[in-house]
């Protein structure tokens, strides 16, 4: 086993009580003495920091650099506003994901963040394909956190008022108390909020100064499963794999007009014949879905889905509690024919059939600020 590492924020979890896991080669907190629970509700009410420092970071210079980065993705880099941020998907050759990513145009060049367990495996993709004359920095001496949840601009605001003039998906360079950072109006709860990358040196005090306002609380990655699961926001390596395209994964929306059959710069990713095959021809078999349970048991991630003739139609591959919900959520994929919403289907629990019906995810209101 290779020592797990620590992220700029490890002393300061341990000084709050943050209990301590380890996640994607890295020690995380788990959770706080508020709880799991109390911390998710915290969220939904008010605004949670949470650590997400064992993301990768990356900086790429060129002028061709967004030309470059939309040869690796189904996704509109080379139209992308200076200040605004995208979501993205890294394709392989079989139009499987291989990580899903956000891509941010700063104008002099493009910042892109991955996900930690596909961080080596992204840098090492984009090294290898991206052409001459762009350069990658991998931002290893960067904290990134995140603040979210309807009180999080307020808490925010009163530390830095230029947050405020910030929309959904708007990133800016800003100074908060002396430090530059790099601030996006974003996040994976569902709730209003940002992501704040700060340099190393800077991020404990800067985390204190947030966790100050009266507003915040320390959220932990329990909440955080939680949240961004009512959410029905995806979990790579869960919700979303290799073998699986954007178009299985309900992630249609996520492929740009312009680089569908019809756009002006149709296809060019990898994979793109798969997946835009599908597209055209709604040709796939199974679908991700969302399921709420019509009991109170928790459906947990790999419990089989079958139909009312015990015939396995799909599995789950996120499943929890859905403390706003207030009943047991889950997202998996089940056979086309059985992904219409409202359709019941069963989980099996400790041999027991459990029902459920396919519903849209999310299973809360986003509300995302827009405006």
């Known amino acids: 086993m290779s020592e797990l590492s620590k992220t700029p924020l490890y002393d300061l979890h341990v000084e709050l009580g943050g209990k ?27 605004a949670g920091l949470f650590d997400v420092s064992h993301m990768g970071q990356v900086k790429l210079t060129g002028e061709n650099a967004a030309a470059e980065l939309e040869k690796l993705v189904p996704v509109d880099i080379i139209d992308l506003p200076a200040g605004k941020q995208r979501y993205a998907l890294f394709t392989n050759d079989n139009g499987g994901i291989m990580d899903d990513l956000m891509v941010t145009n700063y104008g002099d060049h493009l910042y892109v ?24 920095e991998v931002l290893d001496d960067r ?8 009180e999080a601009a307020q808490a925010l605001s009163r530390i830095c008022p230029e947050v405020n003039e910030l929309v959904f998906m708007d990133s800016r360079h800003i100074t908060i108390d002396g430090v530059e950072c790099f601030v996006s109006r974003s ?13 190393s040196a ?24 939680s949240l961004r699961l009512e959410s029905g926001l995806c979990l790579y390596g869960h919700d979303l794999d290799q073998s699986t395209t954007p178009i299985e994964g309900s992630l249609i929306w996520a492929i740009s007009k312009c680089r569908r059959a019809d756009g002006e710069r149709a296809g060019g990713f990898p994979g793109a014949e798969v997946v835009l095959g599908q597209i055209a021809n709604k040709d796939y078999s199974r679908k991700r879905v969302g399921f709420l349970a019509q ?14 003739d015990g015939e396995k139609i799909g599995e789950v591959t996120s499943g929890s509690f859905g403390p706003t919900v207030g ?15 409202e359709t019941e289907v069963f989980a099996v629990v400790r041999g027991k059939q ?18």
């Open 20 to 46: 301590m896991v380890p996640f994607a080669g890295f020690e995380m907190p788990v959770q706080y003495p508020l709880g799991v629970k109390k911390e998710h509700i915290h969220t939904r009410d008010h």
């Open 113 to 136: 963040v991955v996900n930690a367990a596909c961080k080596e495996q992204d840098i090492a993709h984009m090294r290898a394909n991206l052409g001459a004359g762009v350069e990658l």
């Open 143 to 150: 904290a990134l956190v995140a603040l979210q949840g309807p």
């Open 187 to 199: 996040g994976y709860t569902g709730e209003d909020g940002y992501e704040i990358s700060i340099p």
């Open 202 to 225: 800077d991020a404990e005090r800067l985390c204190r100064l947030f966790i100050e306002q009266p507003e915040v609380e320390c959220i932990g990655l329990g909440a955080r499963d």
């Open 295 to 308: 009991g109170k048991a928790p459906i947990r991630e790999g419990a089989e889905i079958v139909n009312a």
């Open 327 to 341: 009943k047991p959520v889950a997202m998996g994929y089940v056979e086309t024919a059985y992904s219409a919403l």
């Open 354 to 371: 459990m029902p459920m019906t396919v519903s849209k995810a999310p299973f809360i209101e986003q509300r995302y600020y827009r405006g």
